[in-house]
């Protein structure tokens, strides 16, 4: 088995190739594994060992629990819908199932509500509606979701410095930025994701806090041994400003931004990432199943890619944040914080057409840590490497999740990861003639 060491899991690399054995070796096979087929810190993003690494990420990985609390909220099972699970076209024009065509874009598993009702569940190669699967990026989403509680109580200026409530960013490329800026990835920062030069600082430095990545020794160090250790010392002390740029002129997604989001959250609360977590959103989603969070190798919850749940789980989340907010008859989180997803102007879908990287993909614009397809009919999604997805269309009342283990990490310009979306946004327009005709109305519904 050849192994590619890939460095660097947040941002949308373009550089990711996959390689397998020639004989097609399945993951974690015989008892014990056959060499060719374990599982490793080196390999776990590689496909095929994805396929088993991304529903067991506590294996390569190190993690913390995210507890479920309460009566478990239950789905509505509908068949309704499965008559609407025929003819989609993927991204080379062949007319799909939708089983089939999540089957052939490396789908894991996919999840369809409507309003609260579960219409379609498919899993795929072992996964199952018990397995947790990694978010990635996904996560962004949720800690921006968890701020919005701060912001709300009026414990978070989105004009100020992130400077101003963390004294260590005094300095560094965050001083002069705003927490709006960092939320819409705008900072202006010379640090970029460089998965080739040995020399960088994403390769010497971030790689190895994030402890998400494998070099020799790296997961050795101990504290004190280097002056880089966990995350949060990358951020203060190795983030400098691109003096060629000025904060919020560009979009350049950048996974340091939300590291920063997380540490503001447990500097302002008091409380550790994945506590604030489970007692403002977790305990109160009615989840089946505890989540976890991967840590860096400071055990600092990775707040920029580390959230892994169960696909209904979340779906649950989805829900919360289509239904503004609202779950199980309660306000979870600030409907203001809610609608300012898709509060965007001018500016942010000029910074969406600039970026060479987007300028083909169906993507409007990027407002606190999501990723807007049409923000007129509250249409967007959270997105992680790899293929994950939480897409919500508040106007046809619909959430769909789709975990997958894709060979290639980036979503820009790949097809595989733009089949999926387009059936989607397909499946949802034919949703809105299923069961609900006024379905156009469920941004201001309340469960």
């Not at 609260?116 to 795929?124: A, G, I, P, R």
């Not at 997604?253 to 920063?260: E, G, P």
């Not at 989540?291 to 890619?305: E, F, H, I, K, N």
Request: net charge negative; with cysteine; proline share 5%.
């Amino acid at each position: 088995m050849k192994v590619l060491v890939t460095l660097g899991i947040m941002a949308f690399s373009t550089t990711f190739t996959a390689l397998v054995s020639a004989d097609g070796q399945r993951p974690m096979q015989g008892i014990p594994p056959s060499t060719d087929s374990q599982v490793t810190m080196a390999n776990y993003r590689t496909y095929p060992m994805s396929q088993w690494a991304f529903r067991n990420i506590g294996a390569p990985l190190n993690v913390v629990m995210i507890p479920r609390e309460g009566d478990i909220y239950p789905f509505e099972d509908d068949s309704a819908a499965t008559a609407l699970a025929s003819n989609y076209v993927d991204a080379r024009g062949d007319t799909l199932s939708l089983r089939q065509l999540f089957a052939a874009q490396f789908a894991d598993g996919l999840v369809v509500v409507h309003g609260d009702k579960l219409v379609y569940e498919e899993y795929f190669h072992d996964f199952g509606e018990h397995a947790q699967h990694i978010w990635f990026s996904m996560t962004k989403s949720l800690v921006s979701s968890a701020l919005g509680i701060l912001v709300d109580q009026g414990r978070v200026d989105l004009a100020a410095s992130p400077a101003k409530y963390i004294p260590e960013l005094v300095g560094s490329g965050f001083e002069r930025v705003s927490i709006q800026q960092v939320l819409d990835h705008t900072t202006a920062i010379d640090f970029k994701e460089n998965y080739t030069d040995p020399t960088s600082d994403f390769f010497r430095h971030y790689a190895p806090a994030l402890n998400m990545a494998w070099l020799p020794g790296a997961a050795d160090v101990q504290p004190g041994q280097s002056k880089i250790y966990g995350v949060h010392d990358f951020l203060s002390q190795f983030i400098h400003p691109d003096a060629r740029l000025k904060p919020g002129a560009a979009f350049d997604y950048n996974s340091s931004n939300t590291d920063l989001l997380g540490w503001l959250i447990a500097r302002i609360s008091g409380q550790d990432l994945q506590t604030f977590l489970q007692r403002h959103i977790w305990a109160k989603l009615g989840a089946e199943h505890d989540a976890y969070m991967v840590v860096d190798r400071a055990y600092t919850p990775v707040a920029a890619g580390g959230m892994n749940t169960t696909t209904r789980d979340a779906a649950r989340y989805g829900m919360l944040i289509r239904d503004r907010g609202v779950f199980g008859g309660r306000q979870v989180l600030p409907a203001s914080w809610m609608d300012a997803i898709v509060d965007i102007d001018d500016r942010h879908v000029a910074n969406m057409s600039a970026n060479v990287k987007y300028r083909d993909d169906p993507w409007q614009a990027y407002h606190n840590m999501w990723w807007i397809l049409n923000a007129g009919k509250g249409e967007f999604c959270a997105v992680g490497i790899h293929g994950q997805v939480i897409y919500i269309n508040r106007h046809t009342d619909s959430v769909m999740v789709w975990f997958s283990s894709q060979p290639r990490a980036s979503a820009a310009g790949n097809e595989v990861f733009h089949s999926k979306l387009r059936a989607a946004r397909h499946l949802a327009s034919r949703l809105v003639d299923v069961e609900q005709p006024n379905a156009a109305q469920a941004p201001n519904k309340k469960h």
